[in-house]
């Protein structure tokens, strides 16, 4: 499939990094540092006679994230919700290490320096170490004894105090480990997420350092900053997305949701900006409340479009910094066809390019509303 640029939009700044990108020369769109460039190809169609098929290949870079994607809308196909009984089966109740039977047995403890109760807990909620973490500081949270619950009931009130138990051990951590300065909030709902248990539970991390893909928004805020002569990238973001009308999805309060420019997930993605929260201990009950609304939706709207699966993270500092905000990332997950084909291939694990068949200003228009 080849073809010729037939569009390239641009205004704003043009970096060297910008130009290195797989050495195309594609131009910013704006200050905000989106890029993007429309080709086509053209092949003799087999369900169509052999007649001459154009197809649209949309390429598009974010500066800040360093996220590429191809937008191909033509590989779209509805999805048939899975057989849920064929996972339930697979991970029975009766052998879930954080089912009610089994969970004081087979799940780790704190030691008393961080915790005396060896967990921590706040209603149905408890978090605990992780026993198979990806850092030192690794930790489980789940929501409740509840085995299963499926998407559409995983509702604010369900998720409120998993998410609130979390933030207890932040503020534990800060206070006998004050070297740590990076925290996120991670979910694998569902086994096409990668989620090794049916059971819903979310996943943290603290550090002194900061994940690849944090540091790398933290890089691309003090740039803007930079270049933009102390302008804040996401406050500008928010600004520039609402005036667009394109991406923009909704305000809940304090949290901004915005469909993501160049997408990390074939299904798109939808992102979530805590306006001015410049810490994860600037979050409040009601900033919580706000997001946990939003999430309600959008897992609703999953649902509705027969996804059964998710990742979603919340990234955030442990120290004040201006330069960023309290953000987080969801990206819809599912299996293709009935050989359970994962909807990630060598496009994305090995030429660090996401495919994606959903235009991004659609999923803004189709997610509006789930929210209101």
Same mark, same amino acid.
């Given at each position: 499939?080849?073809?010729?640029?037939?569009?390239?939009?641009?205004?704003?700044?043009?970096?060297? @990094?910008?130009?290195?990108?797989?050495?195309?020369?594609?131009? !910013?769109?704006?200050?905000?540092?989106?890029?993007?460039?429309?080709?086509?190809?053209?092949?003799?169609?087999?369900?169509?006679?052999?007649?001459?098929?154009?197809?649209?290949?949309?390429?598009?870079?974010?500066?800040?994230?360093?996220?590429?994607?191809?937008?191909?809308?033509?590989?779209?196909?509805?999805?048939?919700?899975?057989?849920?009984?064929?996972?339930?089966?697979?991970?029975? @109740?009766?052998?879930? !290490?954080?089912?009610?039977?089994?969970?004081?047995?087979?799940?780790?403890?704190?030691?008393?320096?961080?915790?005396?109760?060896?967990?921590?807990?706040?209603?149905?909620?408890?978090?605990? !170490?992780?026993?198979?973490?990806?850092?030192?500081?690794?930790?489980?949270?789940?929501?409740?004894?509840?085995?299963?619950?499926?998407?559409?009931?995983?509702?604010? @009130? #369900?998720?409120?105090?998993?998410?609130?138990?979390?933030?207890?051990?932040?503020?534990?951590?800060?206070?006998?480990?004050?070297?740590?300065?990076?925290?996120?909030?991670? +979910?694998?709902?569902?086994?096409?997420?990668?989620?090794?248990?049916?059971? !819903?539970?979310?996943?943290?991390?603290?550090?002194?350092?900061?994940?690849? #893909?944090?540091?790398?928004?933290?890089?691309?805020?003090?740039?803007?900053?930079?270049?933009?002569?102390?302008?804040?990238? +996401?406050?500008?973001?928010?600004?520039?997305?609402?005036?667009?009308?394109?991406?923009?999805?909704?305000?809940?309060?304090?949290?901004? +949701?915005?469909?993501?420019?160049?997408?990390?997930?074939?299904?798109?993605?939808?992102?979530?900006?805590?306006?001015?929260?410049?810490?994860?201990?600037?979050?409040?009950?009601?900033?919580?409340?706000?997001?946990?609304?939003?999430?309600?939706?959008?897992?609703? #709207?999953?649902?509705?479009?027969?996804?059964?699966?998710?990742?979603?993270?919340?990234?955030?500092?442990?120290?004040?910094?201006?330069?960023? +905000?309290?953000?987080?990332?969801?990206?819809?997950?599912?299996?293709?066809?009935?050989?359970?084909?994962?909807?990630?291939?060598?496009?994305?694990?090995?030429?660090?390019?996401?495919?994606?068949?959903?235009?991004? @200003?659609?999923?803004?228009?189709?997610?509006?509303?789930?929210?209101?």
């Amino acid at each position: 499939m080849q073809g010729q640029p037939q569009i390239v939009q641009q205004t704003g700044r043009h970096t060297a @990094e910008a130009d290195s990108m797989n050495n195309k020369n594609i131009k !910013p769109m704006n200050d905000i540092g989106f890029r993007k460039e429309v080709t086509t190809g053209s092949y003799l169609d087999p369900f169509d006679q052999f007649k001459s098929k154009e197809v649209v290949i949309e390429e598009r870079y974010d500066e800040t994230t360093g996220v590429a994607s191809r937008i191909l809308p033509y590989r779209t196909r509805a999805l048939q919700k899975p057989d849920l009984n064929i996972y339930l089966k697979k991970s029975p @109740e009766s052998e879930c !290490p954080f089912c009610s039977e089994m969970f004081e047995k087979s799940t780790p403890r704190f030691t008393a320096e961080i915790i005396p109760e060896g967990k921590f807990k706040r209603g149905e909620a408890c978090l605990f !170490p992780n026993a198979f973490p990806y850092d030192q500081s690794g930790t489980v949270a789940i929501f409740s004894s509840r085995h299963f619950v499926p998407l559409d009931q995983l509702t604010p @009130e #369900y998720m409120q105090n998993g998410f609130a138990v979390c933030i207890e051990y932040f503020k534990r951590i800060a206070e006998i480990k004050p070297e740590s300065k990076y925290c996120s909030i991670n +979910w694998n709902y569902m086994p096409p997420s990668g989620g090794g248990l049916i059971h !819903p539970h979310l996943q943290t991390i603290t550090g002194i350092h900061p994940t690849s #893909y944090i540091q790398r928004l933290l890089t691309g805020a003090r740039n803007y900053s930079v270049n933009s002569g102390g302008g804040n990238l +996401w406050r500008d973001l928010i600004s520039f997305e609402d005036e667009a009308k394109e991406r923009f999805i909704t305000d809940t309060g304090a949290v901004c +949701w915005l469909s993501a420019f160049s997408p990390k997930g074939m299904a798109g993605e939808i992102d979530f900006i805590f306006k001015g929260k410049t810490s994860v201990f600037d979050l409040t009950e009601t900033d919580f409340s706000d997001l946990l609304n939003g999430l309600s939706g959008v897992f609703k #709207y999953l649902s509705h479009k027969n996804f059964i699966s998710f990742n979603l993270a919340l990234y955030a500092t442990m120290i004040n910094d201006n330069d960023f +905000w309290v953000q987080g990332k969801i990206v819809p997950r599912f299996e293709i066809n009935n050989l359970g084909t994962s909807d990630l291939n060598y496009f994305e694990k090995l030429h660090n390019e996401i495919i994606c068949t959903v235009v991004p @200003e659609q999923l803004c228009r189709d997610i509006q509303p789930y929210f209101e």
